[in-house]
């Protein structure tokens, strides 16, 4: 691997690295087959299912007995930013076994639209979550404790979506890097 | 005072307009259609909470921003060129010859080279009509020229045709070829074997099938070509140990097993060695290989393409020569190309190992299978290997009275092969080189000259030639390949022939080495 311009290596020991470049056998394998794990987001419905999923949250937190407006929405909000940091931060690689892994060290986010920022499918995925915050603030009286959880669980979906963190680790949510 | 008072009634008048201004725009605000919805919507978002709306309107204005930014690509390296750019890096390109100027070297080579006319054996004619002892030929049992053989594969060729003309999963699997695996599975005592159109293929196919990015191969430095290529398509991180040195393998295998329980981390582990290696010649210690495996927990790949058919007392390989149980190692790759005389290669195993392969194996899902007559030939030689053990004695026989012409009485070149190896590889001592102050290139050149000396004397041998050992991407060789020659032995010859050629080769390395420069 010949690189060193692109920012920070990664060394064992630092809390934030970046992933180095692929090797030349790396691009080869990506290139081999379409990326079927991240292609999808560019489908037919593949938008129009976040706002169904979200509806669905919401009335299934609704008719729960005893459920205020503030708990409802709380709670469709975590739901739904757990559900996306899981699949498009936390897991890497490719469920599917078509280029040899790969893409074993790359989320799902940074595979989408291989790699590109900014993309339509982006913007989409980035706006959701404020849309739907913004939509729960306005609906509710959140005390401040409310508001912090809401606000805390949106910048968890937000932040690792800027391109400033595109490749970018943090060892206490990813671990040690490996070295070789 | 009169500033004063100027001030304020400049500041009422001031106040007055403003408001008036704020009265318009509010008047006009309120024309637009929606502006009322508008209001209710801050109205009731606001909730007299400053700081809330404050964080809310720069979410507002931070995703506008993320949607009105413009896209662009990550990947390093994307230039857009522009129409006049592209045609003059076009007009600019020369092409590079495909195959590279030859050099003087190889020149000299390609002109010496010995052309076989007719069938090969241990007498074989040349283009020039010269008829030359042949030990440059891998016809260890003379098995070229058996007529039952031949025989057997002929009426093979009338009853199935040449080749099966699909891939073993796709009609090209026949009941011959189902015989020979269980031959050889039983041969070997493993529970399965699973044979492959081509022995090259054999290790470059297996290692991927079960190793894949991030797993973990340890292999001897020595291995050969089809084994490297094996190692770089598995994509698999590959730590080397010094050939066949053990303690370094302990090492190696240490190492990694710290490495992998200090990460918390399982992969799949496997060690790749040679049984007679290809460039050497010489043997692995299976014994201690299978200890450290065993205490290390890694699977063993063992190719056994030049061990399979020579080693042991029946030709069972390594496992029957150095008496390990055959079901210790993971998987036994060998050859049917060479000491068989047929064609193709094989895995054998348990059950799991081998019918993993039936779909992950490359080469045995995308290329034909096997000709019919080497599945059958290759069974036949079996027996052969089994019922008459003569052959392997005379062949060893052969080996020993050659073995005794060259590396004790040579002054200048030593054999690397073990004992029993009849592909005997004659390197220079270490002595030799050092007192003489040889490069690798002085090395290949008097080697080249000995072998055209022993061509002329009627004996022809040949020079290993061979591919840089370095992985791909590395920039240094992890191992540098002596050069050599190699005097391939056949039961074909008798012990005065052997004898006669023993002796030309050793006089023609002394000829070559003591001439006047």
Known sequence: MSSGKSGRRRRSSSIIYQEPPESVEQISDQAANPNLNSQWVNAKGAWTIHPVIILGLKILFDVMPGMTQEISWTLTNITYMTGSYLMFHWVRGVPFEFNAGAYDHLNMWEQIDNGDQYTPAKKFLLTVPIVLFLLSTHYTHYDLTYFIINFLALMAVVIPKLPFAHRMRFAPFSGAPPDD | ?517
């Open chain 2, 1 to 517: 005072m009169a500033s004063s008072s100027n001030f304020t009634a400049a500041a009422d008048l001031l106040s007055t307009h403003t408001l008036n201004l704020l009265h318009t725009v509010s008047e006009q605000f309120h024309k637009i259609p929606g502006s009322a919805i508008l209001l209710r919507y801050i109205r009731s978002s606001y909730q007299n909470d400053p700081i809330r709306s404050v964080v809310e309107l720069l979410l507002v204005i931070f995703a506008i921003r993320y949607l009105l930014a413009r896209e662009y690509s990550t990947k390093p390296g994307k230039v857009k060129l522009s129409e006049e750019e592209i045609d003059d890096l076009v007009d600019e390109w020369t092409p590079e010859p495909l195959v590279a100027q030859t050099t003087a070297f190889e020149d000299a080579d390609l002109e010496k080279r010995a052309i076989i006319v007719g069938p090969t054996g241990p007498k074989s004619r040349l283009a020039n009509g010269k008829v030359v002892t042949n030990l440059a030929s891998y016809n260890f049992y003379n098995l070229v020229s058996n007529e039952q053989l031949k025989e057997r594969a002929i009426q093979t060729l009338r009853t199935y045709g040449v080749g099966p003309c699909g891939p073993p999963g796709f009609y090209g699997t026949q009941d011959v070829h189902m015989k020979i695996e269980a031959d050889i599975a039983a041969f070997l005592g493993t529970t399965a074997c699973i044979i492959y159109a081509q022995a090259f293929s054999t290790a470059s196919s297996v290692i991927p099938a079960f190793s894949k990015r991030g797993d973990i191969i340890v292999a001897d430095k020595a291995v050969n070509y089809s084994i490297r290529k094996g190692l770089q398509i598995s994509r698999s991180t590959v730590r080397w140990f010094d050939h066949r040195d053990y303690a370094d393998l302990e090492r190696v295998l240490a190492k990694l097993d710290k490495e992998q329980r200090d990460k918390g981390i399982l992969t799949r582990r496997f060690i790749v060695t040679e049984g007679l290696f290809e460039n050497t010649g010489d043997v692995v210690d299976l014994p201690k290989v299978i200890e450290l495996k065993l205490k290390y927990k890694f699977r063993l790949i063992l190719d056994e393409t030049w061990s399979f058919g020579v080693l042991g007392r029946t030709g069972r390989g390594v496992t029957e020569h150095q008496h390990v149980d055959a079901a210790e190692v993971d998987m036994i790759l060998g050859s049917m190309a060479g000491p068989l005389s047929a064609a193709g290669g094989f895995c054998a195993g348990s059950d799991e190992v081998v019918e993993h392969q039936r779909l992950s194996a490359a080469a045995y899902t995308f290329s034909a299978a096997l000709p019919a007559m080497s599945a059958v030939t290759a069974s036949e030689t079996l027996t052969m290997l089994q019922t008459q053990p003569d052959i392997i004695a005379s062949l060893r026989e052969n080996i020993k009275i050659m073995w005794q012409q060259l590396d004790p009485r040579s002054d200048w070149m030593v054999c690397t092969s073990a004992p029993e190896n009849p592909i005997m590889i004659l390197v220079f001592k270490q002595e030799v080189v050092s007192s003489r102050r040889l490069t690798v290139a002085d090395q290949l050149g008097l080697l080249q000259e000995i072998v055209d000396e022993c061509l002329t004397q009627g004996v022809l041998i040949t020079r290993i030639k061979t591919l840089s050992a370095a992985p791909s991407g590395s920039k240094t060789d992890i191992y540098a390949h002596r050069p050599a020659v190699k005097v391939c032995m056949t039961n074909g010859l008798s012990r005065k022939e052997v004898e006669k050629a023993g002796t030309t080769i050793r006089h023609a390395i002394t000829k070559i080495m003591t001439r006047k420069r």
